[in-house]
Protein backbone atom coordinates (compact mmCIF):
# COMPACT_ATOMS: atom_id res chain seq x y z
CA UNK A 1 0.00 0.00 0.00
CA UNK A 2 1.34 3.51 -0.76
CA UNK A 3 1.80 6.37 1.72
CA UNK A 4 -0.51 8.66 1.47
CA UNK A 5 0.18 12.41 -0.40
CA UNK A 6 0.76 15.17 2.11
CA UNK A 7 2.96 18.33 1.15
CA UNK A 8 6.26 18.36 3.04
CA UNK A 9 5.64 21.49 4.89
CA UNK A 10 3.24 24.53 5.24
CA UNK A 11 3.67 27.26 7.05
CA UNK A 12 1.17 30.62 8.48
CA UNK A 13 1.22 33.54 10.84
CA UNK A 14 -0.14 33.51 14.30
CA UNK A 15 -4.36 34.36 13.53
CA UNK A 16 -4.29 32.85 10.29
CA UNK A 17 -5.45 29.69 8.60
CA UNK A 18 -4.10 27.16 7.20
CA UNK A 19 -5.20 23.84 4.93
CA UNK A 20 -3.42 20.46 4.60
CA UNK A 21 -4.01 18.62 2.23
CA UNK A 22 -4.17 14.29 2.12
CA UNK A 23 -4.31 12.46 -0.61
CA UNK A 24 -4.68 9.45 -1.89
CA UNK A 25 -7.58 6.86 -3.42
CA UNK A 26 -10.74 5.41 -3.92
CA UNK A 27 -9.95 2.40 -2.00
CA UNK A 28 -8.90 4.56 1.07
CA UNK A 29 -9.42 7.99 1.20
CA UNK A 30 -11.80 8.41 -1.22
CA UNK A 31 -13.99 5.17 -0.40
CA UNK A 32 -14.49 5.53 3.50
CA UNK A 33 -15.06 8.24 5.73
CA UNK A 34 -12.70 7.14 7.80
CA UNK A 35 -9.79 9.47 7.80
CA UNK A 36 -8.18 10.52 10.65
CA UNK A 37 -5.70 13.46 11.96
CA UNK A 38 -2.73 13.22 14.20
CA UNK A 39 -0.57 16.22 15.43
CA UNK A 40 2.85 15.50 16.67
CA UNK A 41 5.60 17.47 18.93
CA UNK A 42 9.12 16.96 18.84
CA UNK A 43 10.11 14.17 20.83
CA UNK A 44 6.49 13.28 21.72
CA UNK A 45 4.17 10.44 20.55
CA UNK A 46 1.07 11.39 17.95
CA UNK A 47 -1.97 13.06 19.26
CA UNK A 48 -6.11 12.45 17.57
CA UNK A 49 -6.86 15.75 16.16
CA UNK A 50 -9.86 14.36 14.57
CA UNK A 51 -11.28 11.51 13.38
CA UNK A 52 -13.79 10.03 11.05
CA UNK A 53 -13.29 13.00 8.12
CA UNK A 54 -14.35 16.06 10.34
CA UNK A 55 -14.92 14.88 14.17
CA UNK A 56 -12.81 16.31 17.07
CA UNK A 57 -11.89 14.38 20.09
CA UNK A 58 -13.03 15.77 23.50
CA UNK A 59 -10.55 18.66 24.37
CA UNK A 60 -9.26 19.48 20.99
CA UNK A 61 -9.81 22.85 20.06
CA UNK A 62 -12.59 23.75 17.38
CA UNK A 63 -9.82 26.00 15.89
CA UNK A 64 -9.31 22.30 14.23
CA UNK A 65 -11.80 21.23 11.60
CA UNK A 66 -11.22 18.29 8.62
CA UNK A 67 -13.08 18.03 5.09
CA UNK A 68 -13.04 15.61 2.83
CA UNK A 69 -13.72 15.94 -0.92
CA UNK A 70 -13.45 12.94 -3.39
CA UNK A 71 -10.07 11.24 -3.13
CA UNK A 72 -8.49 14.25 -0.65
CA UNK A 73 -8.85 14.84 3.12
CA UNK A 74 -7.85 18.40 4.48
CA UNK A 75 -7.22 19.66 7.93
CA UNK A 76 -7.77 23.46 8.76
CA UNK A 77 -6.24 25.23 11.74
CA UNK A 78 -8.10 28.28 11.92
CA UNK A 79 -6.04 31.26 14.06
CA UNK A 80 -2.75 29.51 14.35
CA UNK A 81 -0.98 29.68 17.62
CA UNK A 82 2.72 29.08 17.94
CA UNK A 83 1.98 25.75 19.76
CA UNK A 84 0.03 24.13 16.75
CA UNK A 85 3.79 24.22 15.45
CA UNK A 86 4.25 20.73 15.14
CA UNK A 87 4.10 17.52 12.54
CA UNK A 88 0.84 16.61 11.27
CA UNK A 89 -0.55 12.78 10.07
CA UNK A 90 -3.20 11.81 8.13
CA UNK A 91 -4.62 8.09 8.23
CA UNK A 92 -7.11 6.23 6.40
CA UNK A 93 -8.77 2.68 6.27
CA UNK A 94 -8.05 0.87 3.39
CA UNK A 95 -10.01 -1.38 1.54
CA UNK A 96 -7.70 -3.92 2.24
CA UNK A 97 -8.77 -3.68 6.13
CA UNK A 98 -5.91 -1.75 6.70
CA UNK A 99 -4.37 1.63 7.80
CA UNK A 100 -2.46 3.70 5.81
CA UNK A 101 -0.70 7.45 7.12
CA UNK A 102 0.61 10.29 4.71
CA UNK A 103 3.94 10.88 4.96
CA UNK A 104 3.88 13.87 7.28
CA UNK A 105 3.47 17.93 6.53
CA UNK A 106 5.80 20.19 9.40
CA UNK A 107 3.62 23.12 10.12
CA UNK A 108 6.16 26.15 11.06
CA UNK A 109 4.20 28.83 12.41
CA UNK A 110 6.34 32.37 11.27
CA UNK B 1 -7.00 6.67 32.96
CA UNK B 2 -6.14 4.38 30.62
CA UNK B 3 -2.41 4.15 29.78
CA UNK B 4 -0.15 2.54 27.32
CA UNK B 5 3.62 1.10 27.89
CA UNK B 6 5.77 -0.27 25.75
CA UNK B 7 8.88 -2.22 26.98
CA UNK B 8 11.21 -4.21 25.26
CA UNK B 9 15.23 -4.49 24.16
CA UNK B 10 16.45 -1.00 22.46
CA UNK B 11 19.11 -2.67 20.93
CA UNK B 12 19.32 -5.83 18.68
CA UNK B 13 21.51 -7.61 16.05
CA UNK B 14 20.57 -7.18 12.19
CA UNK B 15 19.26 -10.63 11.54
CA UNK B 16 17.86 -11.07 15.15
CA UNK B 17 14.12 -10.91 16.26
CA UNK B 18 12.57 -7.40 17.68
CA UNK B 19 10.25 -8.19 20.27
CA UNK B 20 8.21 -5.44 22.61
CA UNK B 21 5.33 -5.26 24.53
CA UNK B 22 2.71 -2.91 25.40
CA UNK B 23 1.24 -3.35 28.85
CA UNK B 24 -1.92 -1.49 29.04
CA UNK B 25 -3.54 -0.49 32.24
CA UNK B 26 -6.57 1.30 33.54
CA UNK B 27 -8.65 -0.94 30.89
CA UNK B 28 -9.59 -4.61 30.21
CA UNK B 29 -7.96 -5.61 26.70
CA UNK B 30 -10.74 -7.95 26.79
CA UNK B 31 -13.27 -5.23 26.97
CA UNK B 32 -12.79 -4.52 22.96
CA UNK B 33 -11.11 -2.39 20.46
CA UNK B 34 -8.08 -3.57 18.19
CA UNK B 35 -4.53 -3.11 19.98
CA UNK B 36 -1.79 -2.07 17.50
CA UNK B 37 1.49 -1.22 16.63
CA UNK B 38 3.37 1.63 14.89
CA UNK B 39 6.86 2.91 14.33
CA UNK B 40 8.78 6.02 13.44
CA UNK B 41 12.38 5.81 11.77
CA UNK B 42 14.38 8.86 13.06
CA UNK B 43 13.47 11.86 11.39
CA UNK B 44 10.55 10.35 9.12
CA UNK B 45 6.99 9.76 8.90
CA UNK B 46 4.45 7.02 11.07
CA UNK B 47 4.21 3.51 9.06
CA UNK B 48 1.52 1.61 10.55
CA UNK B 49 2.52 -2.05 11.21
CA UNK B 50 -0.65 -4.19 12.34
CA UNK B 51 -3.76 -4.48 14.98
CA UNK B 52 -5.05 -7.50 16.61
CA UNK B 53 -8.15 -7.96 18.61
CA UNK B 54 -8.60 -9.90 22.00
CA UNK B 55 -9.60 -12.62 19.88
CA UNK B 56 -6.73 -12.79 18.47
CA UNK B 57 -7.79 -11.60 14.97
CA UNK B 58 -5.08 -9.73 13.52
CA UNK B 59 -4.79 -7.32 10.39
CA UNK B 60 -0.82 -6.37 8.75
CA UNK B 61 0.81 -4.16 6.78
CA UNK B 62 1.42 -5.96 3.32
CA UNK B 63 4.69 -4.67 3.38
CA UNK B 64 5.48 -6.26 6.98
CA UNK B 65 3.29 -9.36 6.77
CA UNK B 66 6.11 -11.87 6.40
CA UNK B 67 8.05 -10.93 8.85
CA UNK B 68 5.34 -9.62 11.38
CA UNK B 69 3.73 -11.48 14.44
CA UNK B 70 1.39 -9.95 17.21
CA UNK B 71 0.08 -11.59 19.98
CA UNK B 72 -2.78 -10.81 22.72
CA UNK B 73 -2.28 -11.86 26.45
CA UNK B 74 -5.93 -11.10 28.23
CA UNK B 75 -4.42 -12.58 31.72
CA UNK B 76 -1.57 -9.85 31.73
CA UNK B 77 -3.47 -7.46 29.61
CA UNK B 78 -0.95 -6.69 27.53
CA UNK B 79 0.06 -7.29 23.85
CA UNK B 80 3.51 -7.98 22.02
CA UNK B 81 5.34 -7.60 18.50
CA UNK B 82 8.05 -9.64 16.86
CA UNK B 83 9.59 -8.64 13.75
CA UNK B 84 11.68 -11.02 12.51
CA UNK B 85 14.88 -10.76 10.19
CA UNK B 86 15.63 -7.23 11.41
CA UNK B 87 18.17 -5.01 9.35
CA UNK B 88 19.36 -1.07 10.52
CA UNK B 89 16.16 -0.30 8.27
CA UNK B 90 13.67 -1.58 11.36
CA UNK B 91 15.57 1.23 13.27
CA UNK B 92 12.74 3.28 14.80
CA UNK B 93 10.65 4.83 17.45
CA UNK B 94 8.31 2.06 18.27
CA UNK B 95 4.58 2.96 19.14
CA UNK B 96 1.62 0.58 20.60
CA UNK B 97 -2.04 2.13 20.85
CA UNK B 98 -5.75 1.74 20.94
CA UNK B 99 -7.22 1.63 18.07
CA UNK B 100 -11.35 2.52 17.64
CA UNK B 101 -12.76 0.21 15.21
CA UNK B 102 -16.72 0.83 16.13
CA UNK B 103 -17.79 3.24 13.07
CA UNK B 104 -13.76 4.20 12.26
CA UNK B 105 -10.45 3.04 12.63
CA UNK B 106 -8.45 5.45 14.53
CA UNK B 107 -6.01 5.35 17.15
CA UNK B 108 -7.02 7.35 20.12
CA UNK B 109 -4.69 6.57 22.49
CA UNK B 110 -0.81 5.93 22.54
CA UNK B 111 1.98 4.69 24.30
CA UNK B 112 5.02 7.05 25.00
CA UNK B 113 7.19 5.03 22.49
CA UNK B 114 10.59 3.20 22.82
CA UNK B 115 13.49 3.41 20.38
CA UNK B 116 14.89 0.34 18.87
CA UNK B 117 18.25 0.43 16.96
CA UNK B 118 19.38 -2.45 15.26
CA UNK B 119 22.77 -2.52 15.30
CA UNK B 120 25.95 -5.09 15.75
Known amino acids: QSALTQPASVSGSPGQSITISCTGTSSDVGGYNYVSWYQQHPGKAPKLMIYNVSNRPSGVSNRFSGSKSGNTASLTISGLQAEDEADYYC??????????FGGGTKLTVL | QVQLQESGPGLVKPSETLSLTCIVS?????????WGWIRQPPGKGLEWIGI???????YFNPSLKSRVAISVDTSKNQFSLKLGSVTAADTAMYYCARLYDSGGWFFDLWGRGTLVTVSS
Open chain 2, 52 to 58: IYHSGIT
Open chain 2, 26 to 34: GFSISSGYY
Open chain 1, 91 to 100: SSYTSSNTLV
